[in-house]
């Protein structure tokens, strides 16, 4: 299994923050990219660890 990195969705967080900003554009559109989020285990567990990070 391949990791992800911080280069991973190259510049979609930008793309999406524009096309959403055209769609409402009298709100401030952000776009967040959270860090790297070390996985071990079970998706599912891993899952509800980054939900109560």
Do not use: C, I, N
């Not at 992800?4 to 401030?28: C, I, M, N, R, S």
């Amino acid at each position: 299994m391949s990791r992800g990195d911080d280069d991973t969705f190259q510049e979609f967080p930008y793309d999406l923050k524009q096309q959403v900003a055209k769609q409402v554009p009298d709100h401030k559109v952000e776009s967040v990219v959270y860090p790297k989020y070390e996985t071990k285990g079970e998706l599912e567990q891993a899952t509800e660890s980054f939900l109560e990070w």
